[in-house]
């Protein structure tokens, strides 16, 4: 079998899948080529408000109209509720010591909610990938764009025109295109084929995981009630959020869906907490687990999904490979890179890549301009890699006394919430980077309050009193783009979302 298309989209993940749709709109013949099939297990689950407006644009811009409902939780609901996905209103921060029961302070000194939205209507979701993923296919497969699943490419031509060879159902099969697209997230298929240096050994973040798909899982908010927690006074409820459990050495992700569902994962330092595969991930887990009381009663009842099935374990997540682009393809952000899932910007990253990448294609492809326009999408990936990957860092780094991590980890709500106020009036174009990264006032705010945060934690353990000076100096340098009240120290630690409107 030969199919002939304009792009080959290697990857059948939201971000491929949505590409060849956008794709198809601008009377290019996009082909999607997958090894695998759906339903299937998959994370980057977490919606955010800048991906919500990006998903927006894009169904608006490129005539969509069946995907916009897609773009917040109460649209979702009404148009779509066989389809699974998670109430985010917010993230959710708490602070957990090995050994002892979570006990919350009335001060809120060990927890932190950020809150993204101002109603479950307007709220953020977290996305059933299986389901998410599937209804996206179908889309492409009711467009009557090839969709060829199952599939096994063998051989990687490139000339005037690539040609990909491989079996599908014992078929032997070639796709001809003038463009590819590399969808594949860590499948790597364009790393791998075309024997690019993997530099991720270059980022500063080191971390890996171990997750799964789990039922039975408490509510947190229940715990915390037990210990007098005084959830009256959260901007949300904490649990209807990207929850996160801070512990030494990483963190764990929470995130509840409606068809009784908790994706959970740990995020480990991997220098404190080397890969040892001699103990299961299953062992590992219940050990890690098991140091922190509460959330051990948060996951005593729990069984994993059929559907995920095992927990599973990674090695180092951080990649990154040593080019983006050619002069006739392109890789999506999560397939150029993997950092991290703290703070959820994986989604939002990729859709921005989509946005860009598919606005490159428009009316260029086959023209001289195009590499040049290429070259500046990997530019700004490059810039928007190195400083996610900063703010991470910095991140693990003050996981350890959490009043340092609740003032660093205000430069990047600073910059995500900017950056949505300015998509919202109108003040951005397709080519912006994602998260300001080509703002050199923005990056240099964020490098100067890593570089302090990294100067206090290489004097030892930090006082109350310098942890306070600290937090006054991210509160000084973020001013620029504090439009949220963030380092206030009277909101404890508890940020509302105020509107466009709202005085910051």
């Not at 594949?184 to 298929?189: N, Q, T």
Request: net charge negative; aromatic share 10%; proline share 5%.
């Amino acid at each position: 079998m030969q199919i002939d298309g304009d792009v080959a989209i290697v990857g059948t993940g939201f971000g491929g899948t949505l590409s060849a749709l956008i794709l198809q709109r601008l009377d290019l013949r996009p082909v999607l080529i997958d090894r695998a099939t759906h339903p299937r297990f998959a994370i980057g689950e977490s919606s955010t408000p800048i991906a919500d407006l990006v998903w927006r644009s894009l169904c608006r811009d490129y005539d969509l109209p069946r995907l916009e409902p897609l773009a917040g939780y109460g649209t979702w609901m009404r148009q779509y509720p066989q389809l699974a996905c998670g109430l985010k209103r917010g993230f959710s921060y708490f602070r957990h010591q090995p050994g002892q029961e979570f006990h919350p302070r009335s001060d809120h000194a060990n927890e932190l909610l950020v809150a993204a939205s101002n109603s479950n209507e307007r709220a953020d979701t977290h996305w059933y990938r299986p389901d998410f993923d599937q209804f996206l296919v179908n889309e492409a497969i009711s467009e009557r764009i090839p969709v060829l699943d199952l599939t096994e490419i063998t051989e990687v031509e490139d000339g005037d025109e690539w040609r990909l060879s491989g079996h599908r159902a014992g078929e032997r099969i070639q796709i001809r295109a003038r463009f590819i697209i590399d969808a594949s997230g860590e499948g790597g298929f364009l790393g791998r084929h075309l024997r690019l240096r993997n530099d991720g050994a270059s980022l500063r973040t080191n971390s890996r995981a171990v997750f799964g798909h789990f039922t039975g899982v408490e509510r947190w908010e229940a715990e915390l009630r037990r210990h007098g927690g005084r959830v009256a006074e959260y901007p949300f409820p904490c649990d209807d959020a990207a929850l996160h459990h801070i512990y030494d050495g990483g963190w764990m992700w929470v995130l509840r869906f409606n068809n009784g569902v908790t994706s959970a994962g740990l995020m480990l330092d991997a220098a404190q907490h080397p890969l040892d595969l001699s103990v299961s991930p299953e062992e590992e887990w219940q050990a890690l687990v098991a140091r922190y009381p509460s959330v051990a009663r948060q996951f005593a009842d729990t069984d994993l999904t059929a559907l995920c099935g095992p927990l599973r374990r990674t090695g180092r997540v951080q990649r990154r490979w040593s080019r983006f682009v050619g002069p006739n393809w392109a890789m999506l952000p999560y397939s150029g890179y993997g950092l991290d899932a703290l703070h959820s910007t994986g989604n939002a990253h990729t859709l921005r890549g989509v946005e860009r990448l598919c606005d490159i294609l428009a009316g260029r492809l086959g023209r001289e301009e195009l590499y040049a326009d290429l070259l500046r999408y990997e530019q700004n990936l490059r810039r928007e890699i190195d400083l996610l990957d900063l703010v991470v860092h910095g991140c693990y780094r003050s996981f350890r006394q959490f009043e340092l991590f609740s003032a660093f980890s205000m430069a990047y709500f600073a910059g995500a919430i900017f950056s949505e106020d300015r998509r919202c009036h109108g003040q951005w174009n397709k080519h912006d980077a994602f998260l300001m990264a080509d703002r050199p006032e923005y990056r240099q705010m964020v490098e100067g309050c890593y570089e302090e945060l990294l100067r206090l934690l290489g004097q030892g353990r930090v006082s109350a009193a310098q942890a306070g000076a600290y937090r006054d100096f991210v509160r000084r340098a973020i001013e620029p783009f504090n439009i949220a009240g963030l380092c206030d120290p009277s909101r404890m630690n508890l940020y509302p979302y105020l509107d466009a409107a709202e005085p910051g």
